[in-house]
């Protein structure tokens, strides 16, 4: 069958299998069998999928597991197509070819509005563009895990693995036994015949891998076993005795360890270093000196025999630092740039329909006609740490050119690229083992640490050496969430209709930043426009007749990274906190005030709906709380998310409740959405009630978990996640709950106090 | 000197100030434990010292000596897991796990004290930290390795 009609054949099988133009796996992204190692028993049916001789299957693993499950949801796809029981499905690291590369994640990098991209209206323009980006994507076949994608990224491609893999295997048996395809069952991995006549995989294999797979489909929804249910996660019972290996706990023969300081001027480095006293102690093997590192600031490691005398030696050395040559950072100047920034010019228009310009000059008081309202407001929000709890850490041995890399990582291929420089070496003599993350949100697409433990190694004699930062370098030496400001304005008519909104918002680009230090070969001379910017600000759901969307990117020089739903991180803030401001104004409940805005949005007006259902949006409340709502949409999926909140003695907010409906699309196992949905509550409530990085003298002012505080257990609200039925290709899960906490607990705070707060962290430091 | 892990003697050349965290990890290989911050604030470290919850990070080696420590490695056997991790399965409470050793050992001492344990009880007892915001099931799971009704399980 050509290529063409096989994939058709295979997307009409998968019943409402909608699957955007430029994701469409390529047929070269199942790969060959020689791309997997194999043992004597093993044998590769693709590039993705070995069987081994007892017949179980093995399932080459190109994503990163930090805790969104990940190492389950993928081998479910596998197991669905394969017929297998989950726990047949076994799983090692995949290696570096293209196929394994995330091309979902690039393609929904472009910075297009929904409306271009729904299936039936895109443009010629928006086709080339996804095409030509899923092309690059397939072709550069970087291995990241983030942007919320692992799911949607692999859904046809493991499914379409798994089932050439099957058929291929099934026609093994039919010809061996001489019988028609069609009378053939599989179930957990057996093949039987009606004749009495049996196999497992295991034995059919050495067989499979010649045959062609004839006319594959995948199975359709209504047969699925595996998908769909909330299986147990394959990781969790390592996690519950201590076993499962963090990047902290590989344990190479002969390990040393190393600490590390850096300069705490934000790109400063060290001016006089007198290690001496610290070299004396017991334990302590060397200094090695660290230069900037992907963007990290220098700085210098002692190594030693624990972790613990490297630690002391290296707070022990005696050191005069040097701020970076074009002046200390400081994030109270940095904001004021930015408000500078927004009066002065627009920057990127990313979404323009009907006419603003002309809306706003009628609802001008002077203009004489009362019939619109105009309305302005800005907000903020400040830079934010990662704060995984696993700190930063990687441990590598160099020995005769051969580089050994053991690293809790987002993106290997990535790390392997800077350790083959550092040591100057050929990336094939550098090999990368993944371990589990402890946690990730963005923090491990990043490459610094690994590029410091190589050098560290380097000087260390062959012997692999742990590079462990304490917490105080973490929280001081982020890849901060940048921050941004807004002003949104809007006018509304007598009937309190929503006619028109501008925003302009402003602050550091992420993406350019991240390829000049992780991919220098692909960064561009210029900056191009950044959709994480204005992501979640440009591309609101409501209908409104006339908007202008602009963001003015800045590059003020603290380091900036991807932070768990990155731009949407802080743009949900500002613009589901300013719809709040409009009902009011419009004299409308907010829930209700959405709703009438959602009237052709039937996706998102059904997860608002549910939401409203679910929290009893409209019910008796008791004394002293209030309900706060935010809708948003990130990484294709709406979540809206209702609060009830009160607040305390001392007028600290309390969230009692979180009741969160989400639409991602198909869901693969509701137990790990449910997981992620809590999670993201969490993570954003941390944020939004106590979040800040200030930085002054180029100095990030907070240093560990006292200053930068995460909500604890006692603190924690219940969270309550209800899923929405779809046919829909699955989309994301990890981020898109993230989002909504910050302006749903503004709004509930307003509620209850009567302030409108558009700055964040809502509590005072 | 010598201390008692996990129900054995153990010979450990270290510097009395040596936080028990780091004799753990770097001398015994028990790597179980978890380094978060170092200062105690977090809990990933927690282990129990003669069955109450101790913050290893900064507790020096040197205060052990006759006193029974118990890292997450011996909280139970593949064949005898202890209730909690049982119900931290039942549950699906950890994520990314890296904090999980040391909620279950501050659970695990938690139970001793309480078998039955309030939730007023565990909101002081469970002080560690999750980035992955596990907490409410954290709760569920306590609820129910003590055979109490789970609440506001996951949906």
């Known amino acids: 069958m050509r290529r063409r009609t096989w994939l058709l054949s ?20 199942l790969g060959a069998p020689h791309l997997l190692p194999t043992a004597a028993t093993e044998v590769a049916l693709n590039g993705w999928l070995k069987v081994r001789g007892d017949g179980q299957v093995v399932l080459a693993m190109a994503r990163s597991e930090m805790g969104q499950g990940v190492h389950t949801a993928l081998p479910m796809l596998v197991a669905e197509e394969l017929d297998l029981a989950l726990d047949q499905v076994l799983l090692e690291q995949a290696g570096a070819d293209a196929i394994y590369g995330n091309v979902a994640m690039f393609v929904a990098s472009l910075p297009f509005h929904p409306a271009q991209t729904e299936e039936g209206h895109r443009s010629t323009s928006v086709k080339v563009a996804q095409w030509m980006v899923g092309k690059l ?56 015949h009606p004749s009495g006549r049996t196999a497992h995989y295991g034995q059919l294999a050495a067989a499979a891998v010649a045959l062609p797979p004839g006319a594959v489909s995948l199975k359709p929804r209504d047969q699925w076993r595996v998908l769909g249910q909330a299986w ?62 992907a963007g990290s600031s220098a700085g210098f490691a ?22 970076r040559p074009t002046g200390a950072l400081d994030s109270q100047r940095i904001r004021a740039q930015l408000e500078a920034r927004l009066a002065r010019d627009d920057g990127f228009v990313f979404h323009e329909s009907g006419d603003v310009q002309k809306l706003f000059a009628q609802a001008n008081p002077a203009a004489g006609t009362p019939a619109l309202v105009r309305v302005a407001a800005s907000y903020h929000a400040p830079y934010l740490a990662h704060a995984t709890m696993e700190p930063m850490n990687c441990t590598a041995q160099v020995s005769q050119a051969q580089v050994t890399i053991w690293v809790p990582t987002q993106v290997p291929q990535l790390a392997r690229a800077i350790a083959a420089k550092v040591a100057g070496v050929a990336v094939d003599d550098v090999s990368v083992h993944v371990t589990s993350l402890g946690g990730g949100f963005g ?48 006018a509304l008519d007598s009937q ?85 401001e409009l009902a009011l104004l419009a004299g409308k409940d907010p829930l209700a005030y959405r709703r009438q805005l959602l009237a052709q949005a039937p996706r998102h007006l ?75 509550v969490l993570f954003g409530l941390s944020a939004a009630l106590y979040g800040r990085i200030d930085i002054r003298d180029g100095v990030v002012q907070q240093s560990g978990f006292g200053d930068y505080p995460l909500v604890g257990l006692a603190q924690a609200p219940q969270v309550q996640t209800w899923l929405l039925q779809s046919d829909a290709a699955p989309t994301g899960v990890g981020e898109p709950a993230v989002p909504p906490v910050a302006p749903a607990l503004a709004n509930a705070l307003f509620r209850l106090t009567g302030v409108r707060r558009r700055e964040l962290p809502l509590m005072p430091a | 000197m010598e201390l008692q892990i996990n129900g054995k003697s153990q010979a450990c050349e270290v510097d009395p100030q040596m936080p028990l965290l780091w004799v753990l990890r770097d001398v015994l290989n028990l790597t179980g434990t978890k380094f978060g911050c170092g200062v105690g604030a977090c809990g990933a470290c927690t282990v129990r010292v003669d069955g109450q919850a101790v913050r290893a990070c900064v507790t020096p080696a040197g205060s052990l000596q006759g006193r029974s420590v118990q890292t997450i490695e011996a909280l139970g056997t593949p064949q005898q897991p202890h209730p909690l991790q049982a119900a931290w399965l039942a549950e699906q409470v950890p994520q990314c796990g890296y ?35 596990t907490y409410q099931r954290v709760r569920a799971a306590i609820k129910r390795a003590s055979g109490q009704q789970p609440v506001g399980a996951a949906s």
């Open chain 1, 10 to 29: 295979a997307a009409a099988a998968g019943g409402a299998l909608v699957v955007g133009w430029g994701v469409l796996p390529a047929r070269s992204r």
């Open chain 1, 137 to 192: 994507a397939r072709e550069l076949g970087i291995n990241a895990t983030g942007g919320s994608s692992s799911v949607a990224d692999a859904w046809d491609v493991l499914r379409m693995a798994a089932a050439t893999a099957r058929a291929s295997l099934l026609a093994a048996a039919a010809a061996q036994w001489s019988v028609p395809v069609q009378e053939l069952r599989v179930r957990t991995g057996v093949v039987s």
């Open chain 1, 232 to 293: 147990p996660r394959k990781d969790l019972p390592s996690k519950v005795n201590g076993s499962a290996v963090f990047g902290i706990d590989v344990r190479p023969p002969g390990l040393l360890y190393a600490a590390l300081r850096m300069s705490p001027m934000l790109g400063g480095s060290p001016a006089r270093l007198e290690p001496d006293a610290a070299l004396r102690m017991a334990g302590v093997q060397r200094l090695v000196r660290l230069p900037s590192y």
């Open chain 1, 302 to 323: 002692v190594v030693g025999s624990s972790y613990w005398s490297a630690q002391q030696a290296v707070q022990a050395v005696q050191v005069d630092w040097q701020q």
């Open chain 1, 443 to 490: 923090r491990r697409l990043e490459v610094d640490f690994v590029a410091q433990a190589v050098r560290v190694a380097m000087d260390c004699g062959g012997r692999p050496v742990q590079l462990i930062w304490s917490r105080e370098q973490d929280m001081g030496h982020d890849f901060y969430r940048p921050m941004h400001s807004a002003y949104l304005e809007a």
């Open chain 1, 496 to 580: 309190g209709v929503l006619q028109a909104v501008r925003i302009r918002s402003a602050g550091d680009a992420i993406t350019p930043r991240w390829m000049e230090r992780t991919l220098p070969a692909l960064a561009g001379p210029v900056d191009t426009p950044d959709k994480t910017t204005a992501e979640g600000l440009f591309d609101l759901p409501y209908a409104i007749p006339h908007q202008r969307m602009s963001h003015a990117a800045t590059h003020h020089g603290v380091p900036v990274g991807f932070w768990r739903s990155v731009g949407h991180s802080h743009n949900a803030f500002f613009s589901e906190s300013f719809i709040d």
């Open chain 1, 606 to 680: 059904a997860v608002l709906e549910r939401a409203a259902e679910k929290s009893q949006w409209a019910g008796p409340l008791p004394a002293g709380r209030a309900r706060g709502v935010a809708l948003h949409e990130s990484f294709g999926s709406i979540v809206a998310l209702v609060l009830e909140v009160s607040l305390g003695p001392d007028r600290t907010p309390r969230v009692h409740q979180a009741t969160c409906a989400l639409d991602c699309g198909t869901v693969v196992n509701p137990g790990i959405v449910a997981q992620q949905v809590e999670s993201a």
């Open chain 2, 99 to 133: 904090c999980q050793s040391g909620m279950l050992m501050a659970a695990a001492a938690l139970l001793q004290a309480k078998p039955q344990p309030t939730d007023a009880d565990i909101d002081q007892a469970m002080t560690n930290l999750c980035r992955c915001g």
